[in-house]
């Protein structure tokens, strides 16, 4: 005969959730390495990185024509 250790349902059921919370930590912290590691090598690979342009204004002309024409609301009455 074999000696097995048995849980009670409500132990067995706490340590799969721990384990669970246990993998998903260490994938956050796997990620989080890897995203430092491509953060450390953008910055010795590209330190002349510009500012994007600043958004371009409309000119006031072809701002009316985008507007559609002003009618009465279908619902008023």
């Known amino acids: 005969m074999t000696n097995r250790v048995s849980y009670n349902p409500q132990d067995f059921q706490r340590m799969c959730e721990q384990a669970e919370r246990d993998h ?5 912290l796997i990620l989080l390495e890897r995203v430092k590691r491509q953060i450390a090598d953008r910055g010795v690979a ?3 990185v ?3 342009k600043p ?3 409309a000119i006031a002309s072809q701002a009316g024509l985008s ?3 002003a009618r009465p609301a279908p619902f008023d009455r």
């Open 24 to 28: 998903e930590s260490r994938k956050v």
């Open 46 to 48: 590209a330190p002349d």
């Open 50 to 52: 510009q500012s994007p």
């Open 55 to 57: 958004p371009v204004t």
């Open 67 to 69: 507007q559609p024409a």
